[in-house]
Each structure stands twice: as C-alpha cells, then as structure tokens.
C-alpha cells in the first residue's frame, strides 16, 4: 500500500528505482499464487517417481519460499519508508527554499521600489539645484554690477 502512495507521486520510469527487487518480488508472489491454485484444483494423484517431490517436500519448499518473499517484502517495506522520508525531506527543502525565494522577491520590489523613490527625488533635486543656480548667478551678477556702481561712486566721490 505504501509503495502505490510513493508511485503516485513519481513517473513510471522511476518506479523501478524506488525498489530494485520490486518485479522480482512480484514475480514470486505470482508464482507461489500460481502453484496454490494449481494445487488447490489439481488432485495429486500423478504417481509418485524418484524425481517427483513428495507433499512434505513441496511443502517445505513452498515454506522457504514464502519465507524468503516475506524477507523480502519486509526489506521493500523498509527501503520505501526510507524513500518516503526523503521525499518528505525533499519537499520540506523545496518548500523552504520557495519561501526564500519568495521573501527576496518581496525584498527585490522594495528596493526596487525605494530606488525609484530616490531616482524621483534626485532628479527634483537636481531641478532645484538648476534653478538654484540659474538664480545664483542672476544675483551674482546683479551683486557685481552694484559693486562696480558703487566703485564707480567711490571713485567719482574722492575725484
């Protein structure tokens, strides 16, 4: 049942990655389903030869088998628990990851924003430094032309 939960979430050509032994399990569990209904319809009644099993020799074998399905089954079990914790890890990262993400975008716009701001103002400053300047000079220049006038005055005064 777990491994569905985990093939789900993965494309199809992934599925043997997930268990290596995965066909190899499927195929024992048929088999053995397949020599249990073969025996439950067919009676033993072929003769007994020297190369025949007996039923306490199938038995036992089909005994060792289940055994080595079960130790395989649990094996399986461990490694897509094992598998679902990483997954997990991993959409834990990449959740974490698009938070960050997501945060520096936000931290992006604001400074975006805050250099458009100052971009604004720096131009209304450099304005105002224009016009500043255009009415400095027309006072210094009215400043000079009324210190020459008033030398001018000076000098005609003591003529």
Known sequence: MQLRSIEHRLPAKRSAAICPCLDEICDGLFSFLSLLNYR?????????????????????????AAKN???????????????????DMLEFVK???????????????????KITEMQTANAGAEKLIEVNGD??????????????KAEIRFENAFE
């Open 69 to 87: 399905l079960k130790e395989k089954l649990e094996k399986t079990q461990k490694e897509n628990a094992t598998l679902q914790r990483q997954m």
């Open 95 to 113: 959740n974490e990851i698009l938070n960050d993400f997501m945060k520096s975008e936000e931290t992006g716009k604001a400074i975006d924003s």
């Open 135 to 148: 009415e400095l000079r027309k006072l210094r220049d009215g400043l000079e032309k009324e210190i020459q």
């Open 40 to 64: 439950t319809t067919t009676s033993y009644r072929t003769p007994m030869s020297s190369s025949s099993f007996t039923t306490s020799q199938k038995l036992e074998m089909d005994k060792a």
